[in-house]
């Protein structure tokens, strides 16, 4: 395996961050220190804290909307709206969901979304009816 020097980050996680050891180097390059980082789309921090992470997710949920938006202005019918969201908002609000989510504070969440207790029809109309609204 060929390690790519430049994009190799080192992370220190929890209360070795206090008292940091030695820097790490790799064939000579120092390996450089991070306290944030995005590794498969999900932002870590070392405080293991999710803010930036939701702030991301918040922002990219936020540009999609405005074209949801767009397409109720312009007429678009709600199946066309619906599907919209499943294929373009929905994604994103739902990717690496079981590692982050379980995680968050209870004031980075609105409600908790229980799809174990309904259908996950419904939990879509939910949904597009709150997106609608917004609208």
Known sequence: MIVNNRKSKEMLIGPIFKDPPLYVTFCGTLVERVTTLKLLGVHLANNL??????DAISSKVSSRLYFLKQLK????????????????IWPVLEYACPVWHSSLAAA???TQVATAEGDENNLLRKRLYVVADFC
Do not use: A, M, N
């Open 73 to 88: 202005r312009s007429g678009t019918g709600p199946e066309d709206l619906l599907c919209f969201y499943i294929t373009v």
């Open 49 to 54: 804290k999710w803010t930036q992470h939701v």
């Open 108 to 110: 980075q969440t609105d």
